[in-house]
């Protein structure tokens, strides 16, 4: 069952080259700051892939190193910028507003406005809210912070404050805040080490976990570690460095990807009270040293159930289920980061049975991957003039 550094490079599947405080808010649009009015526009016709080609167009851009999109229910977008905004995207593709009202963030280094969410619910009016993650602001440190909004039609309502977790800290890295909501209403979240790496070891720390939370910000009563007076009751998971993509698929199964150090990115199916080892198991190396980190495999803690090769550096992950794409449904989209990379990674009984490189370098760096309602695939990119793109079948 566990296998070697070695034996994971060997075993390693081959890539086909061919190419996701409650603290008052004040309604309204701020009309300055429109990002563009052009249309979307197609940036690449055809790309050929093993089942399908595809074709890409750009939806808007000018974001300042956007980290997620969300979809509202008549059709328009919204995008979140680190440095704090929250933006609505025209259905048509172009027009970009930032909203008013959301919390002034600390967007040192890797924190700022991250993941955004809609309830399941989302359009009945009573659950019309929009759940965000953010680094919370604690004099020079910060806090990884879940709020939610709730949405009036064209602007933000009050803003309420979920959840924080226990210590504020420096660094500004390692936030994790990934969101994806499981089949019984339930909300996981992830939260990274925070740059300290033992801190995911600790069980009375949120940092280096994934936590599970009702939709009020509440710890579930049959969480794995509620009776564990040495854990804390929000965690769901141990031993996670810096999960930034996470889905929960169709048949219930939550998927997340997560950073390793230098090299040793992981895919790992999320399971209650499982801890997945960092920093005691790793398969990568030290920065500085290049010396590995850990060991390959420990009793009690859970292998990786794939290692992305070199410096993939993953971020937003996505499981298809268009009928557009239908060779690829139930299959998972992952993005790079420093890869520039977006792979298909096919699963079976649990287990990534083959993958293709889909993009490698077209766009740039993948911050987000969404299923859309649309059955078109969306992608957001990580820079100073981030932009959103739609993947739509082209044949």
């Known amino acids: 069952m566990h296998t ?7 075993a390693r599947l081959p890539t086909f080259l061919s190419a996701r405080w409650l603290t ?3 309604s309204g649009l701020l009309l300055a700051g429109t990002i563009s009015a052009a249309q979307a526009e197609v940036v690449h016709e055809s790309i050929s892939t093993e089942h399908v080609d595809i074709s890409i167009e750009r939806i808007a851009g000018g974001f300042q190193n956007p980290w997620a999109v969300a979809f509202l229910p008549d059709g328009r977008f919204l995008v979140s910028e680190r440095s704090g905004q929250l933006n609505l995207v025209s259905a048509e593709g172009g027009d970009s507003q930032p909203l008013e009202g959301m919390p002034s963030v600390n967007h040192h280094g890797q924190g700022g406005l991250l993941d955004v969410v809609l309830h399941p619910a989302f359009g009945d009016g ?3 809210w929009i759940y965000f993650t953010w680094s919370k602001p604690d004099g020079s440190d910060s806090r990884s912070a879940l709020s939610r909004v709730k949405w009036q039609g064209d602007t933000l309502g009050e803003v309420e404050h979920l959840f924080e977790q226990d210590r504020a800290s420096s660094p500004g890295r390692h936030y994790g805040s990934r969101l994806a909501w499981l089949e019984d209403g339930t909300l996981l979240m992830s939260i990274g080490d925070r740059g300290t790496t033992s801190r ?5 720390d949120h940092a280096g976990t994934t936590l599970r939370l009702t939709d009020t910000g509440g710890v579930p009563s049959d969480n794995p570690f ?3 007076d040495s854990t804390l009751d929000e965690i769901y998971t141990l031993g996670n460095r810096n ?12 998927w997340a990807s997560e950073h390793g150090p230098r090299t040793g990115d992981e895919l790992n199916l999320i399971e209650p009270g499982n801890n997945y080892g960092w920093p005691n198991v ?11 980190i850990g060991v390959d495999s420990l009793p009690g803690m859970v292998d990786p159930v794939y290692v992305f090769e070199g410096r993939f550096a993953p971020s937003g992950v996505a499981e298809v289920t268009s009928d557009a794409f239908h060779a690829w449904q139930g299959h998972l989209l992952a993005g790079g980061l420093a890869s520039n990379t977006l792979l298909r990674l096919a699963l079976e009984e649990g287990q990534v049975v083959d993958e293709e490189q889909i993009l490698k370098g077209e766009l740039g760096r993948i911050r987000d991957v969404r299923q859309g309602p649309d059955d078109a695939i969306y992608l957001l990119t990580d820079s100073n003039q981030g932009s959103l793109y739609r993947l739509q079948a082209a044949n």
């Open 243 to 254: 999960i930034q993509g996470m889905t929960v698929l169709s048949n219930g199964q939550a």
């Open 24 to 26: 008052p808010a004040i």
């Open 126 to 128: 009573e659950n019309d």
């Open 226 to 228: 509620v009776d564990d």
């Open 200 to 204: 995911a070891q600790q069980s009375d």
């Open 282 to 292: 790793s398969q990568g190396n030290d920065y500085a040293t290049n010396q590995p």
């Open 4 to 10: 070697t550094r070695q034996a994971a490079q060997i």
